[in-house]
């Protein structure tokens, strides 16, 4: 086991190299960088100084940036050197952690991944522990009463659930709930007047704001994992073992509970890790937008849209590296649950 561990621990040195290769190389090409954004803003500034004077000293504002100011913001900006030296510096400061300084906030990269970091932890939480808490025991539900008119029911409100694209319902509960009835805030986690409450208002008022970008995630995020434990389960109750154990005599809760459910969690456990994780990096972009709160995936999109790119080789090496170790740990876990499998 020590020696898999090992193995795969140094195969995500090439795994990284490789993302952060590729992703390097794809920057280089795309227009609209951060020199030449720079320049763009010079030249409107300039343009519209020149245009407001509008006198016989001369009109200059579209002649441009001069190239000794474009040296300079390149030198700024770290573009005067080789792609490959910029690179190379970039892979030895990712090695000691120091993923640099963003290009248009005045803060480095992991300043800001811990200034945002707060509103991801607090939609991946209550995604995660509630899309759980639901979808186990109404997926064992189901299995047990497969056939049945609950079974049909609940399978009905599960898919249509999550047909339902999370931004879509995001936005009609905004409509009904936050606009017309005024039942709940339209944005932020917490209040404008957050630090003169008491500590059980504070707690009443977070909940109060983060009900509906929770009940937008949750909706379509439990789905898979019902059918997933239902199918389990089913796939479990009808081998032989548990017709032996019924045959014995053993109670019918002592036979779900005892035999099936241990080997039918198997699969769904395993992959506890890779959701937990998930649920703080993934798809929370659009539910944070829509809400307007400031967490991870709002930051990722916006430094892609301003090609801020210490901010995004920055934050896509630590979501790849903790990705990388939580597939690990999902592997990991089989041995856990299942002695049966081996690494070996």
Same mark, same amino acid.
């Given at each position: 086991?020590?020696?898999?561990?090992?193995?795969?621990?140094?195969?995500?040195?090439?795994?990284?190299?490789?993302?952060?290769?590729?992703?390097?190389?794809?920057?280089?090409?795309?227009?609209?960088?951060?020199?030449?954004?720079?320049?763009?803003?010079?030249?409107?500034?300039?343009?519209?100084?020149?245009?407001?004077?509008?006198?016989?000293?001369?009109?200059?504002?579209?002649?441009?940036?001069?190239?000794?100011?474009?040296?300079?913001?390149?030198?700024?900006?770290?573009?005067?050197?080789?792609?490959?030296?910029?690179?190379?510096?970039?892979?030895?400061?990712?090695?000691?952690?120091?993923?640099?300084?963003?290009?248009?906030?005045?803060?480095?990269?992991?300043?800001?991944?811990?200034?945002?970091?707060?509103?991801?932890?607090?939609?991946?939480?209550?995604?995660?522990?509630?899309?759980?808490?639901?979808?186990?025991?109404?997926?064992?539900?189901?299995?047990?009463?497969?056939?049945?008119?609950?079974?049909?029911?609940?399978?009905?409100?599960?898919?249509?659930?999550?047909?339902?694209?999370?931004?879509?319902?995001?936005?009609?509960?905004?409509? &009904?709930?936050? %606009?017309? *009835?005024?039942? +709940?805030? =339209?944005? #932020? !986690?917490?209040?404008?007047?957050?630090?003169? @409450?008491?500590?059980?208002?504070?707690?009443?008022?977070?909940?109060?704001?983060?009900?509906?970008?929770?009940?937008?995630?949750?909706?379509?995020?439990?789905?898979?994992?019902?059918?997933?434990?239902?199918?389990?389960?089913?796939?479990?109750?009808?081998?032989?073992?548990?017709?032996?154990?019924?045959?014995?005599?053993?109670?019918?809760?002592?036979?779900?509970?005892?035999?099936?459910?241990?080997?039918?969690?198997?699969?769904?456990?395993?992959?506890?890790?890779?959701?937990?994780?998930?649920?703080?990096?993934?798809?929370?972009?659009?539910?944070?937008?829509?809400?307007?709160?400031?967490?991870?995936?709002?930051?990722?999109?916006?430094?892609?849209?301003?090609?801020?790119?210490? &901010?995004?080789? %920055?934050? *896509?090496?630590? +979501?790849? =590296?903790? #990705? !990388?170790?939580?597939?690990?740990?999902?592997? @990991?876990?089989?041995?856990?649950?299942?002695?049966?499998?081996?690494?070996?």
């Amino acid at each position: 086991m020590l020696a898999y561990i090992l193995k795969r621990l140094l195969l995500m040195i090439p795994t990284l190299f490789g993302v952060l290769l590729l992703t390097f190389i794809v920057i280089q090409f795309v227009p609209g960088g951060p020199v030449e954004q720079m320049v763009a803003q010079l030249q409107g500034r300039d343009t519209g100084g020149e245009g407001a004077a509008a006198s016989g000293a001369g009109y200059r504002g579209r002649q441009g940036v001069d190239a000794k100011r474009i040296e300079e913001i390149r030198q700024f900006y770290g573009f005067d050197k080789p792609a490959h030296e910029r690179f190379v510096k970039m892979l030895g400061q990712f090695a000691q952690f120091d993923l640099g300084k963003s290009f248009f906030y005045p803060k480095d990269v992991w300043s800001l991944v811990k200034e945002k970091l707060p509103v991801s932890i607090s939609l991946g939480l209550w995604t995660f522990f509630l899309s759980y808490l639901i979808s186990i025991p109404l997926g064992i539900a189901k299995a047990v009463r497969a056939g049945t008119r609950f079974d049909t029911l609940t399978s009905l409100v599960v898919l249509v659930g999550y047909a339902i694209p999370g931004f879509v319902l995001g936005v009609a509960l905004l409509v &009904v709930f936050g %606009g017309q *009835l005024q039942w +709940f805030p =339209l944005r #932020g !986690l917490t209040s404008s007047n957050w630090d003169q @409450l008491s500590w059980g208002a504070k707690v009443v008022d977070y909940l109060w704001h983060i009900t509906l970008p929770i009940t937008a995630s949750v909706l379509g995020a439990f789905a898979v994992t019902t059918m997933l434990t239902k199918n389990a389960f089913l796939e479990e109750i009808r081998k032989q073992y548990v017709l032996t154990a019924r045959a014995k005599g053993l109670a019918e809760r002592k036979v779900l509970w005892k035999h099936v459910f241990r080997n039918a969690l198997i699969p769904i456990v395993t992959g506890f890790p890779a959701a937990f994780i998930g649920a703080f990096f993934a798809g929370s972009l659009l539910i944070e937008t829509l809400f307007s709160l400031d967490g991870l995936g709002l930051l990722s999109y916006e430094s892609v849209i301003r090609r801020d790119y210490p &901010v995004v080789l %920055g934050t *896509l090496y630590l +979501f790849t =590296l903790i #990705g !990388l170790v939580t597939k690990l740990i999902s592997d @990991l876990a089989y041995v856990w649950v299942d002695p049966r499998v081996k690494f070996d």
